[in-house]
């Protein structure tokens, strides 16, 4: 409604003091130039791996370091979140809610990306007719050494060794079990834990801050990452596979806008474009990286600032970056029947189905890997059927241009369904939303905290089913 968006807009103007309108829209201007800058280094890099491939495949690092540079903020980042998140909650139960409601719609949303791929592929068959020599075979068992787990193993890998471990090992799902029982532990001491969450809040602050310059090294990792890819994969690489390609990217396409946009639309009454232009910054750093992970403070703090609470976000996103793998199964799924067809002995759907189901536990196991796609599929084509790793090699080549898409849609797939579980659970200021996505609230890209709604004071404003009140509204 036309009066109460306006209304709203007033009311968030009028109570964010500390942001003078004048000074956030100088620093907004100059990220728009990181960005751009981004764009430029992304088009150079393609440039230079084309035309010089081995100097391409030299400027790795640069790609390398700056992906480490994000990664070095995700634990403190996550552990911030949902500390903050969960002891502002009264109620332990609704924590437990979204964690059940999240868990279970990733299951149902990897088999649906399952299903997909599995009818494409198998109309596609772009495998049929290559052809498998020594040095492919050598090349797909060489990917078989994967840091993927059984299930049991698995399971236990997410207790750290010690409290701080969690941090230091760079294993998200450890720092969300640390971050979790630090959350419960603050709410159940009540009043006594308020002084921590404070001390928590600026913590959260001085990551942020921190990420926020990091990000400006943004152009030079791009740069590196891109020509590294371009120049180890080559063009030749890319004509031979061309189709397994264009279908991957097609399959993943269709169902980010058709299954996600629809769930978006019906759940959420949110038009997925719209969400995607909000979002646009972080799709372009994970087109320019190859790695979801580099975007993953940033949906974390873009998120909350939609509107979705602090407990929603910090459970569904880390655990959606372990388990809402849409874009790998998907992956996983064409990636074995080409290869089954390369190998000339296709698979029917009775074997085809355990194959895959294998493989969508095998790739929990693997969660946190960073580039795990190829390894992954390789350790379970070798635990399932031994037969067909032979011809994984095939795929090395164009592997790191097939991770582009598998990391949009991962992501894609995380973004709408920290919505969708806001929605469900009824931890989402829809008011919010529809301001944010129109522009009258603008995203902070200095800070990337919203300075007026981060003070703990207004914590006990909060009712008890969980539903956040506007602050001073």
């Given at each position: 409604m036309?009066?109460?968006?306006?209304?709203?807009?007033?009311?968030?103007?009028?109570?964010?003091?500390?942001?003078?309108?004048?000074?956030p829209?100088?620093?907004?201007?100059?990220?728009?130039?990181?960005?751009?800058?981004?764009?430029?280094?992304v088009?150079?890099?393609?440039?230079?791996?084309?035309?010089w491939?081995?100097?391409?495949?030299?400027?790795?690092?640069?790609?390398t370091?700056f992906?480490?540079?994000?990664?070095?903020?995700?634990?403190?980042?996550?552990?911030?979140?949902?500390?903050?998140?969960?002891g502002?909650?009264?109620k332990?139960?609704?924590?437990?809610?979204?964690?059940g409601?999240?868990l279970?719609?990733?299951?149902?949303?990897?088999?649906?990306?399952?299903?997909?791929?599995?009818?494409?592929?198998?109309?596609?068959?772009?495998?049929?007719?290559?052809?498998?020599?020594?040095?492919?075979?050598?090349?797909?068992?060489?990917?078989?050494?994967?840091?993927?787990?059984?299930?049991?193993?698995?399971?236990?890998?997410?207790?750290?060794?010690?409290?701080?471990?969690?941090?230091?090992?760079?294993?998200?799902?450890?720092?969300?079990?640390?971050?979790?029982?630090?959350?419960?532990?603050?709410?159940?001491?009540?009043?006594?834990?308020?002084?921590i969450?404070?001390?928590?809040?600026?913590?959260?602050?001085?990551?942020?801050?921190?990420l926020?310059?990091?990000?400006?090294?943004?152009?030079?990792?791009?740069?590196?990452a891109?020509?590294a890819?371009?120049?180890?994969?080559?063009?030749?690489?890319?004509?031979?596979?061309?189709?397994?390609?264009?279908?991957?990217?097609?399959?993943?396409?269709?169902?980010?806008?058709?299954?996600?946009?629809?769930?978006?639309?019906?759940?959420?009454?949110?038009?997925?474009?719209t969400?995607?232009?909000y979002?646009?910054?972080?799709?372009?750093?994970i087109?320019?990286?190859s790695?979801?992970?580099?975007?993953?403070?940033?949906l974390?703090?873009?998120?909350?600032?939609?509107?979705?609470?602090?407990?929603?976000?910090?459970?569904?996103?880390?655990?959606?970056?372990?388990?809402?793998?849409?874009?790998?199964?998907?992956?996983?799924?064409?990636?074995?029947?080409?290869?089954?067809?390369?190998?000339?002995?296709?698979?029917?759907?009775?074997?085809?189905?355990?194959?895959?189901?294998?493989?969508?536990?095998?790739?929990?196991?693997?969660?946190?890997?960073?580039?795990?796609?190829?390894?992954?599929?390789?350790?379970?084509?070798?635990?399932?059927?031994?037969?067909?790793?032979?011809?994984?090699?095939l795929?090395?080549?164009?592997?790191?241009f097939?991770?582009?898409?598998?990391?949009?849609?991962?992501?894609?797939?995380?973004?709408?369904?920290t919505?969708?579980?806001g929605?469900?659970?009824?931890?989402?200021?829809?008011?919010?939303?529809?301001?944010?996505?129109?522009?009258?609230?603008?995203?902070?890209e200095?800070?990337?905290?919203d300075?007026?709604?981060?003070?703990?004071?207004?914590v006990?404003?909060?009712?008890?089913?969980?539903?956040?009140e506007?602050?001073?509204?």
């Open positions: 036309p009066t109460k968006t306006s209304r709203r807009a007033a009311v968030a103007a009028s109570t964010t003091p500390n942001t003078a309108p004048a000074a829209a100088g620093k907004r201007d100059r990220t728009h130039y990181l960005y751009i800058a981004v764009i430029a280094a088009a150079l890099g393609i440039a230079v791996g084309l035309i491939p081995d100097l391409g495949v030299e400027l790795k690092p640069l790609g370091g992906v480490n540079l994000i990664k070095m903020m995700i634990s403190p980042i996550i552990f911030c979140t949902i500390v903050l998140g969960i502002s909650v009264r332990a139960a609704k924590v437990g809610a979204v964690g409601i999240a279970g719609y990733f299951l149902v949303m990897s088999l649906v990306a399952l299903g997909i791929g599995l009818v494409v592929g198998n109309i596609l068959e772009p495998g049929t007719g290559l052809q498998i020599t020594e040095a492919v075979k050598n090349a797909g068992h060489g990917q078989v050494d994967s840091e993927a787990l059984p299930p049991v193993d698995f399971v236990l890998s997410i207790i750290p060794k010690t409290l701080v471990s969690a941090f230091t090992e760079q294993q998200v799902l450890q720092t969300l079990l640390v971050a979790l029982l630090s959350g419960f532990a603050l709410q159940a001491m009540g009043s006594a834990g308020q002084p969450l404070r001390g928590v809040e600026h913590i959260q602050r001085l990551v942020f801050r921190i926020g310059m990091v990000m400006w090294a943004a152009p030079i990792g791009s740069f590196g891109i020509a890819v371009t120049g180890s994969a080559g063009i030749d690489a890319l004509k031979q596979l061309a189709i397994l390609m264009l279908g991957f990217y097609v399959t993943c396409f269709l169902f980010v806008f058709l299954v996600l946009g629809a769930l978006l639309r019906i759940v959420a009454g949110l038009n997925i474009l969400l995607f232009k979002l646009g910054r972080e799709f372009l750093l087109l320019s990286t790695s979801s992970e580099s975007a993953l403070p940033r974390i703090a873009k998120m909350e600032h939609l509107g979705v609470s602090k407990p929603v976000v910090g459970i569904t996103v880390p655990t959606g970056y372990s388990f809402n793998l849409d874009g790998t199964m998907i992956y996983m799924t064409m990636a074995s029947l080409f290869v089954a067809d390369a190998m000339g002995t296709p698979m029917a759907v009775s074997e085809q189905i355990p194959l895959l189901l294998f493989l969508l536990l095998a790739s929990k196991g693997a969660a946190g890997v960073t580039g795990a796609g190829l390894a992954t599929l390789a350790g379970g084509l070798q635990s399932h059927k031994p037969a067909l790793v032979d011809g994984v090699g795929i090395v080549g164009i592997d790191r097939m991770s582009e898409a598998r990391a949009l849609t991962n992501f894609a797939g995380n973004a709408v369904a919505v969708l579980i929605t469900w659970t009824k931890e989402i200021d829809k008011e919010r939303v529809q301001l944010v996505l129109a522009g009258g609230l603008p995203f902070d200095q800070t990337l905290l300075e007026g709604d981060a003070v703990l004071a207004e006990p404003e909060q009712r008890e089913d969980g539903e956040k506007l602050a001073k509204a």
